[in-house]
């Protein structure tokens, strides 16, 4: 059986692109997964989770990685509620793989309404169940956290090196990010283009400083 794992990383962060990834894994290759040391990308340091990437890239039947970019996020929020934006880009996703059975790690509080959305938003033909925490219960789900994670840390370094600054994780609760951030209203007058002018992170600082 083609199992598909699917798991977002970049929800929160005031900073940046989010990043919705999508593994298919033969069922039989499960165990392969294991002996790699797969697990949710959280629980890996930075370094290990660029290692596995690209073993579990070869592993894969298939893959892909959905970018949302910090102002299509900030454009959807005008119209819809971030759970809805979860689902529509989950089902984007869904659409690109191919598999007879869908795990996906829940961004729901309620995980069979996500499934039953995420399926038929996306018109898939394959099972497709929700969990909250399939990226620690289900091997093929934390493949998936972790190209969705390597694919944000890799597009916040590279911010980083192009405006050769340190901005932090990008999250609000980082004072790096913050500190950044308050520092570019002062000298800039307004935030920068990667930012989500949405969160209410975004809203105080140019309330303070703009």
């Known amino acids: ?36 040391g ?20 070869r592993i894969a039947l298939d893959r892909y990685v959905l970018e949302v970019k ?38 729901d509080v309620n995980p069979g309404r996500f499934a039953r959305r995420v399926k038929e938003e996306s018109g898939t033909r ?25 694919a944000r840390d890799r597009s916040v370094r590279e911010l980083e090196r192009s405006l050769g600054l340190e901005i932090g994780s990008g999250y609000p609760s980082d004072p790096a990010t913050v500190r950044f951030l308050e520092d570019w209203a002062r000298e800039h007058g307004d935030l920068p283009p990667f930012v989500r002018q949405s969160w209410k992170t975004a809203e105080r600082i140019k309330a303070r400083f703009i």
Request: glycine share 4%; no cysteine; aromatic share 2%.
């Open 1 to 36: 059986m083609r199992l598909l794992g699917a798991d977002e990383a970049g929800k929160g962060p005031v900073i940046g692109s989010m990043f919705v990834a999508g593994v298919v894994i033969d069922e039989d290759r499960i165990f392969d997964l294991a002996a790699l």
């Open 38 to 57: 797969v697990k949710d990308s959280k629980l890996l340091a930075p370094q290990r989770r660029e290692q596995l990437a690209a073993r579990i890239e």
């Open 70 to 107: 910090p102002e299509v996020i900030d454009e959807l929020r005008q119209l819809m509620t971030m759970n809805e934006i979860m689902v529509r880009s989950f089902s984007r996703v869904v659409e690109k793989l191919s598999a007879e059975r869908a795990i996906l790690d829940a961004a």
């Open 126 to 150: 394959m099972e497709v169940v929700a969990e909250h925490r399939a990226d620690k219960n289900h091997l093929v789900v934390a493949a998936a956290s972790i190209l969705a994670k390597v």
